[in-house]
C-alpha cells in the first residue's frame, strides 16, 4: 500500500508531448501509475461513499502501458457517475442492498421476546398437561408438586438477586430453535434472560397450580414463531394483492428494500417514530428532496394502514408521525432547477436540432418535440409523451393543447391537472401543427407514435426520459439539476417574468381548480379557468433572446392552415 501524502507524482511528470487533457487524470505512486479523479459532490454513493478523490491502480509502472489503460478507466468513471445521476432524477435512491432472507432479521429484536416467551410457556404447558394425563400413582402428584415448589422456591431466590445463570442454558436453545443470533452481554439478550427467568416462574407456578386442581386453558394455536412475526415486507406483500398499477407498486416495493436496507427486517412491532426518523435522514443524507421523502414515508405509512385494517390490529403508525419541517424543500446537491435562456440555445442548436443526428427507436419524434414544445407548454413530461392527434384540437380559432385522462392509456397527476393550454405562435412556427397533420393523415392515434407504455412503469415517456438526461450530458449541459421537469421550472419563471399572474400561470400548469362549492359537483373539466386569459398569458410569454428561426417552416404551416 501506498501513503496517499506520500510518494505521489502528477501529471505534470509527464513528458508534455504525452500528456493531453484527459490525462490530467494520470498519477505516479512509486513506481506505479494511477488513474485519480475527483468524484463529483452529487454522486458519492457510486464510489463507495468516497467524498473526494477517486484513485485506481492502472498496475504497470510503464508510462506507455499506463496510457493505454487510462481511457478505458475514464469511460468507466463517467459511466459510473452517468448512472448515478439517472438514478438521482428517477427519485431512487443509490443504497447498498443484500438478498432478502425469509422472516424477520436473524438478530434478536426486543419485538421478539414475548414471541419467544410465548412459545416457551406453550411447549411446558402442553407437556405438563400430557403428562398430567397419564399419572396413575395417586402419590406421584404430591411428589411432583414438591419437586415443583423447591424449584420454584431457588428460582425465586435467583431473580431476587438478579442472577440468570440457571435459564442462560435455556436461553441459547430457544435462540437456536427460533434461528436467531444475540450477543452475550448485549443489552437485549440481558432483556430476554430476565424475561426468561420471569416466565419461567410463572410457568412453573402455573404447574404447581395445576396439580392443586387450578387448570389452565392453552391458546388453540400454537404461537406464532418469532422469525414469523409481520414485517414491512409482510404487510407490502398483503397490500400489493390490492393494486393494479406496477408503477405503484414497484415504487412501493423500492420503499420497503431501502427501509429494510437500513434498518434490517424489523418485526413491524420494533418499527418506532426514532426508526422512522431515522430512514428520512437517511433518504435527506442521499440527496433527495423533501417532496420525494415525503412520498417515500407516506408509501411505508400506506402499507401499514392497509395491513392494520386488513389484520384488524390497532398500533400506532410510526411513519405517520413523521415531521418534515427540518427539511429543506430542496437538498443543495439535488436542487433541481430551471434551465436558462443560454442554456436552452445550446439544445436548439445542438445536433437533433441542426439536422446532424437522426433520432430513432422510441424517440425518434418525441425526442425532437417534446423539449421544443416544453418551455412554451409547462407541461409534466407525461402529460406530453401521452399525447394523442385529438388532443390537438382548436378552440374558438384559437390552436390548444388539451392535457387529460380520457383515454384509457392516459393519465393525469391530480383532477386539477386536467386543462387546455393555448398553443404559443413560435411552437406552431417551428412546425408542430403540421407535424401532428402528417400523423393524422397517416392514421396515427398518437402524436408521437413510435413510443410504447409497455415497459414497467406504464410509462409512455419512461425511454424519452432516459435519453433526454443522457443526450444533456452529451451536448454539455451536464448539471445534474437540469432535467426535463426544469422545462416546468424555466416556465413557470418566464411567466412571472413576463408579468402573468400567478393564478392564471397555475391555471396553465394544472395548478388551478375552482374552489367553488356550488362546482363542485362538476367533472374537472367542466369547472376549469376561464379561456380567454390563458389566451391572453400565452401571447404574453416571450423568450426573446432565444432565436428559433432556423426551426420554422412557414410554408409547410401555411399549406396546412389552407
Not at 423447591?150 to 445463570?165: I, N, P, V, W
Not at 446537491?333 to 439544445?347: G, I, K, Y
Request: some cysteine.
Amino acid at each position: 500500500m501506498f501513503d496517499l501524502a506520500t510518494e505521489v507524482t502528477s501529471y505534470s511528470q509527464i513528458p508534455t508531448a504525452a500528456a493531453p487533457t484527459s490525462q490530467r487524470y494520470l498519477h505516479r505512486r512509486g513506481e506505479v501509475y494511477y488513474f485519480k479523479r475527483k468524484i463529483p459532490s452529487d454522486v458519492p454513493h457510486a464510489f463507495g461513499g468516497k467524498s473526494e478523490t477517486f484513485w485506481q491502480s492502472l498496475k504497470t509502472d510503464s508510462l506507455q502501458e499506463a496510457l493505454k489503460r487510462l481511457p478505458a478507466e475514464i469511460e468507466q468513471f463517467d459511466a459510473k457517475v452517468r448512472k448515478a445521476r439517472a438514478n438521482r432524477r428517477q427519485g431512487k435512491v443509490p443504497m447498498a442492498t443484500r438478498p432478502r432472507t425469509q422472516g424477520t432479521t436473524k438478530y434478536l429484536q426486543e419485538a421478539h421476546i414475548p414471541s419467544i416467551l410465548e412459545r416457551f410457556e406453550y411447549s411446558h404447558l402442553q407437556t405438563d398437561m400430557e403428562e398430567r394425563r397419564v399419572v396413575e400413582d395417586d402419590g406421584e402428584p404430591d411428589a411432583r408438586l414438591a419437586d415443583f415448589e423447591y424449584g420454584l422456591k431457588l428460582k425465586r431466590r435467583a431473580a431476587a438477586r438478579e442472577d440468570f445463570s440457571h435459564v442462560e442454558e435455556v436461553a441459547q436453545v430457544l435462540l437456536e430453535d427460533e434461528r436467531l443470533i444475540a450477543p452475550p452481554g448485549s443489552e437485549v439478550y440481558r432483556l430476554l434472560l430476565r424475561e426468561l427467568m420471569r416466565a419461567d416462574i410463572e410457568t412453573l407456578q402455573k404447574q404447581c397450580d395445576a396439580i392443586r386442581g387450578k387448570l389452565f386453558v392453552l391458546p388453540s394455536t400454537v404461537p406464532v414463531a418469532a422469525r414469523e412475526l409481520p414485517t414491512m415486507q409482510t404487510a407490502f406483500e398483503s397490500w400489493r394483492q390490492s393494486q393494479v398499477k406496477v408503477r405503484t407498486i414497484n415504487d412501493f416495493r423500492r420503499y420497503v428494500q431501502q427501509f429494510e436496507a437500513k434498518h434490517r427486517e424489523l418485526p413491524m412491532a420494533s418499527i418506532t417514530l426514532e426508526k422512522a426518523q431515522g430512514y428520512r435522514d437517511h433518504l435527506y443524507k442521499e440527496g433527495l428532496t423533501r417532496r420525494t421523502i415525503m412520498n417515500n414515508v407516506g408509501g411505508l405509512a400506506t402499507i401499514w394502514d392497509f395491513f392494520e385494517r386488513k389484520s384488524n390490529r390497532i398500533t400506532s403508525n410510526p411513519f405517520r408521525e413523521v415531521r418534515y419541517d427540518s427539511l429543506p424543500r430542496r437538498p443543495p446537491s439535488d436542487d433541481r432547477r430551471r434551465f436558462e435562456v443560454s442554456e436552452l440555445a445550446v439544445l436548439f442548436k445542438s445536433p437533433v436540432y441542426t439536422g446532424k443526428r437522426r433520432l430513432g427507436g422510441q424517440h425518434k419524434e418525441s425526442g425532437y418535440w417534446a423539449p421544443l414544445l416544453a418551455p412554451f407548454l409547462g407541461a409534466r413530461i407525461e402529460e406530453i409523451a401521452q399525447l394523442r392527434v385529438a388532443d390537438i384540437l382548436r378552440v374558438n380559432g384559437v390552436w390548444c393543447i388539451r392535457i387529460e385522462n380520457l383515454e384509457h392509456d392516459q393519465s393525469i397527476k391530480n383532477m386539477g391537472s386536467y386543462r387546455l393550454v393555448p398553443m404559443h405562435d413560435e411552437v406552431i412556427k417551428c412546425g408542430f401543427l403540421a407535424h401532428v397533420a402528417r400523423q393524422k393523415l397517416d392514421g396515427k392515434m398518437h402524436v408521437f407514435p413510435s413510443q410504447r407504455s409497455d415497459n414497467q412503469h406504464g410509462l409512455w415517456s419512461n425511454a424519452l426520459g432516459k435519453w433526454f438526461g443522457q443526450y444533456l450530458d452529451k451536448i454539455g449541459l451536464d448539471d445534474p439539476r437540469l432535467t426535463f421537469h426544469s422545462f416546468r421550472y424555466t416556465f413557470k419563471q418566464r411567466c412571472t417574468d413576463c408579468g402573468i399572474s400567478d393564478e392564471v400561470r397555475d391555471a396553465l400548469t394544472g395548478h388551478w381548480l375552482s374552489k367553488d362549492s356550488s362546482r363542485e359537483y362538476m367533472k374537472a373539466k367542466d369547472r376549469q379557468y376561464p379561456f380567454p386569459p390563458l389566451v391572453a398569458a400565452i401571447k404574453q410569454l416571450r423568450y426573446d433572446e432565444l432565436d428559433l428561426r432556423h426551426l420554422h417552416v412557414a410554408e409547410l404551416l401555411i399549406s396546412i392552415q389552407k
